[in-house]
């Protein structure tokens, strides 16, 4: 395999958002315009982190981390305060079209569709803004129209179309143009579990074959599961975390669950091995369960298992490994905590 290179760095990126201070009282509004006092928020500060090409990675954070800004920076909207970022070679606030040819940006919330024209027309007419060769362009639209399962409504004005739907027509036209970089900011966000499955193997899809790479921001953090195998966690506009998600888990929540089915009839006796332990019986528990926690670094899960084994009856057994979700929650709990 060759050895990846970097196609976006950032570095010691900082983003400081200044506004006038409101001044209340009579004629407050006027006062306002004309006042020298600012109030001004750190958006982003001091964030450094590397993507190699082809990596596909999950951008998180709770509300307010940064993570529009940040990636406002990258797509070279907005100017930061202090750092350094490239893209693909590009300074992108320096340079902005010659960014824009690299990378494709899909907004859940807004659509670069026009309005009023068949998404079969928005999407030939990329083409043509973008200068793609003719038979590629028309060989893509026909893969994309595969992939997306657009065909049943290519047709239908985009005003028309359902959230899902126009989602994989925005997709689609991001991809259109073959950037090298794609920047996803809550696709999957109000659509059912049918649609979000299809978006989501369609990034698989272009990461694998195409090695496109992408960055995700999302808070559905199955986008994330499915997806990615980094993230990129910040929060109050710093990296609180890089790193695989199994190593975040590992980290975080480095506890297993072994669940056991008693036979009918068959008594607990309990484990003794260190560093297993018994969990507190669930709610919604079926009667004859039992549930273990117990660290895979100190009690192998096989071994945990056979001595369980030794000493019951059991119906069944299974391990439960931590979700993201959980995990992620439990990470922003307790740094409002600290907060
Ligand atoms: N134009 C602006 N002027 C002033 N403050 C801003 C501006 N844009 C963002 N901020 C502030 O900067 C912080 C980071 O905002 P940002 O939109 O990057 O967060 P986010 O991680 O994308 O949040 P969300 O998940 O809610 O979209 C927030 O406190 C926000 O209020």
Same mark, same amino acid.
């Given at each position: 395999m060759p050895t990846p290179k970097p196609i976006i760095q950032v570095e010691g990126l900082a983003k400081e958002f200044r506004r006038p201070k409101r001044i209340e009282g009579p004629f407050g509004g006027i006062r306002t315009l004309f006042t020298r006092q600012y109030v001004s928020k750190l958006a982003v500060d001091g964030i450094d982190?590397?993507?190699? +090409?082809?990596?596909?990675?999950? %951008?998180?954070?709770?509300?307010?981390?940064?993570?529009?800004?940040?990636?406002?920076?990258?797509?070279?909207?907005? $100017?930061?305060? =202090?750092?350094?970022?490239?893209?693909?070679? /590009?300074?992108?606030? &320096?340079?902005?079209?010659? !960014?824009?040819? !690299?990378?494709?940006? /899909?907004?859940? $919330?807004?659509? $670069?569709?026009?309005?009023?024209l068949p998404l079969r027309d928005s999407l030939?007419?990329?083409? &043509?803004? %973008?200068?793609?060769? @003719?038979? @590629?362009?028309?060989? !893509?639209?026909? @893969?994309?129209?595969?992939?997306?399962?657009?065909?049943?409504?290519?047709?239908?004005p985009v005003r028309q179309l359902s959230l899902g739907q126009r989602m994989r027509g925005d997709l689609a036209a991001a991809m259109l143009p073959e950037p090298r970089i794609l920047y996803l900011d809550e696709p999957t966000i109000g659509l059912d579990v049918v649609a979000k499955e299809r978006i989501r193997a369609f990034i698989a899809t272009l990461n694998k074959d195409e090695g496109t790479t992408v960055i995700l921001t999302t808070h559905d953090l199955d986008d994330v599961e499915k997806l990615c195998r980094r993230i990129v966690l910040i929060d109050g506009g710093k990296v609180l975390?890089?790193?695989?998600?199994? &190593?975040? &888990?590992?980290? %975080?929540?480095?506890?297993?669950?072994?669940?056991? $089915?008693?036979?009918?009839?068959a008594r607990w006796r309990g484990v003794a091995m260190p560093g297993v332990e018994e969990a507190p019986p669930e709610e919604d528990a079926e009667p004859g369960t039992v549930a273990l926690l117990f660290d895979p670094e100190t009690a192998a899960s096989a071994e945990v298992?056979?001595?369980?084994?030794?000493?019951? =009856?059991?119906?069944?057994?299974?391990?439960?490994?931590?979700?993201? +979700?959980?995990?992620?929650?439990?990470?922003?709990?307790?740094?409002?905590? /600290?907060?």
């Open positions: 982190f590397t993507v190699d +090409e082809g990596e596909l990675i999950g %951008y998180l954070g709770p509300n307010g981390a940064g993570k529009s800004t940040t990636i406002k920076i990258l797509t070279g909207i907005l $100017q930061p305060t =202090q750092g350094s970022v490239e893209v693909a070679g /590009v300074v992108p606030w &320096k340079e902005r079209e010659r !960014n824009a040819r !690299n990378i494709g940006v /899909v907004f859940g $919330q807004r659509t $670069q569709l026009w309005w009023d030939e007419l990329i083409g &043509k803004l %973008y200068g793609v060769e @003719r038979d @590629r362009h028309r060989a !893509n639209i026909e @893969r994309f129209t595969e992939l997306l399962g657009l065909a049943a409504f290519i047709d239908t975390y890089d790193g695989s998600v199994e &190593k975040l &888990k590992a980290r %975080y929540a480095p506890r297993r669950r072994l669940v056991v $089915q008693l036979a009918e009839g298992i056979a001595a369980v084994l030794a000493d019951h =009856q059991v119906t069944d057994l299974s391990i439960v490994e931590p979700e993201l +979700e959980g995990v992620v929650h439990r990470i922003y709990a307790a740094r409002e905590a /600290v907060a």
